[in-house]
């Protein structure tokens, strides 16, 4: 198997995955998994699409991401889900109805101009 590359997005974050063949290691901006994710909360969101096809320990997965904490880690399993299923097309139905194949599309909505915040308004004042 050659090397795969895909990419996830999320918020703000940015994911590029590169993955073949290995013994399951995942290392993010040069630096393993559970050092960089040392909530293991975002680790299991990580891990997700791996642990649905039992492939944890098949794949070496170098990651290059960029972004918020959160996101990173739903960007990055997006990306995951994403070479996957580049590897093997017959596995996207059951990534799909997980819902790991879907791109978030929630983002930050921008400040308004001659307003605090991008909803609040400054108080109405009548005289």
């Not at 073949?20 to 393993?32: A, F, H, L, Q, Y």
């Amino acid at each position: 198997m050659e090397k795969v590359n895909a990419v996830g997005r999320r918020k703000a974050a940015i994911a590029r995955v590169i993955m073949g063949e290995g013994s399951g290691v995942i290392t993010i901006n040069k630096r393993p998994l559970d050092v960089y994710f040392p909530s293991s909360i975002l680790q299991f969101i990580v891990k997700q699409p791996l642990n649905k096809l039992e492939a944890a320990g098949k794949y070496d997965i170098k990651v290059n991401l960029v972004g918020g904490y959160k996101g990173q880690a739903e960007a990055l399993r997006l990306a995951i889900a994403r070479a996957l299923v580049k590897v093997n097309p017959e596995d996207k139905p059951a990534l799909r109805s997980e819902g790991f194949m879907t791109r978030d599309p929630r983002v930050v909505e921008r400040k308004k101009p001659g307003q605090p915040k991008a909803r609040k308004r400054f108080q109405f004042s009548k005289r």
